[in-house]
């Protein structure tokens, strides 16, 4: 039987065992372990990447879309409007920063529904805070233009979105902000938590860097009290020897991605793929009806799956602190019953992915 879990990160780590044991001695041997040179190089070179001015090394992404927001000044009696397909840290970071998240719908590409927007802004809405879900970017051109209109800000979560273009441009690019994740478990990652935010706002660069390093604003004077969240050097070392192979890393996301939906489309409903968009398939996800019985039958065959996520964030008894009641998200609702993500990542072989592809037929013809 092929077997097919879910995640494999020992096999990314072998193929790139050399260099980074190399680079772990190196920092070591130096003591070089927080804001060393390996920041800056990844900062610079991330920035490069995206197509951005700047970026900052933060310890998650998460905090990066908290300190960005607190940099932004967005705070108690702010309102942000968001969406509750995602990960639960999209909910945590607004509320965290004192803010009310506003979720509205979400599209067949499982992201923030432009159509939904202007009803929800209100004289306290301050963010729009888009999330590039599954690696697909949301549909920004709108979302830009309803931003610009109501002079609000619109800050990226692309924690699942690094190398994804919207219409050309990658996303981190798009708004005020981008915050993206190298969690172990994101298609640019580290050994650890890890996360980066992206600008082209020379003030908001300025504060995010006071921001993550207690308000410092040189090693003695502190400007406000804040937060110590950066990224630490043997994390940007690592992310420095993974960034070289991303694109190479993307375009095997890209395959299998294409390999799934060709293969299934007869059978299951796969992923939108619009023309303006390329996404970087951070997951493969599919809709099913009966989706616990599929589940259970891939499981038998040694095929593992998830779902990303089975409960919204406005579902979660956190997101109580928002006092929204009952929120009208009834495609986020039925996609939360019938979404399920199939294992992809670029170490996967040809001959696992052909077997989920079979075996999926198999079950519904
Ligand atoms: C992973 C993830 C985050 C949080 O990233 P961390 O680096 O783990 O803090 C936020 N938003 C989305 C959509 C994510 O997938």
Known sequence: MVKVPFVNLGLQFEA?????????????????????PELEEFEKRFAAYIGTEFAVGVGNATDGLFLTMKA????????????????????????NAGARAI??????????????????????TRA??????????????????????????????A???????????????????????????????????GGVVTTNDATLYRELMKWRNHGLKNRDECDFFAYNSRLDSIQAA?????????????????????????????????????????????????????????????????????????IPIHQQKAAQVFELG???LPVTEKQAKRILSLPIYPELKDEQVKTVVDKINRYFN
Do not use: C
Not at 72 to 95: C, H, K, M, P, R
Not at 103 to 124: C, H, K, S, W
């Open 16 to 36: 790139h065992e050399q260099a980074l044991t190399e680079a772990f001695r190196s920092l070591s041997k130096r003591g070089a372990y927080v804001m060393s």
């Open 72 to 95: 932004l000044n967005i705070g108690a009696g702010d309102e942000v409007i968001t969406v509750s397909n995602s990960f639960i840290a999209t909910g945590g970071a607004i509320a």
């Open 103 to 124: 979720f509205i719908d979400v599209g067949e590409d499982y992201n923030m529904d432009p159509d939904l927007l202007e009803p929800a802004i209100t004289p306290r």
């Open 128 to 157: 729009i805070l888009p999330v590039h879900l599954t690696g697909m970017p949301a549909d920004m051109t709108p979302i830009l233009e309803i931003a610009k209109r109501h002079e609000l800000l619109v800050i990226e979560d």
């Open 159 to 193: 924690a699942q979105a690094v190398g994804a273009k919207y219409e050309g441009k990658r996303v981190g690019s798009l708004g005020i902000a981008g915050a993206f994740s190298l969690h172990p478990l994101k298609n640019l990652h580290v050994q650890g938590d």
């Open 238 to 310: 690592i992310a420095n020897e993974k960034l070289s192979y991303l694109d190479q890393y993307t375009e095997r996301f890209q395959e299998i991605a294409m390999r799934y939906w060709n293969g299934l489309k007869g059978s299951v409903e796969v992923p939108v793929l619009p023309e303006n968009r390329e996404g970087v398939f951070h997951n493969f996800v599919i809709q099913v009806n009966e989706r616990e019985a599929l589940m259970a039958f891939l499981e038998s065959e040694g095929i593992e799956t998830k779902i990303h996520y089975p």
């Open 326 to 328: 009952t929120p009208h």
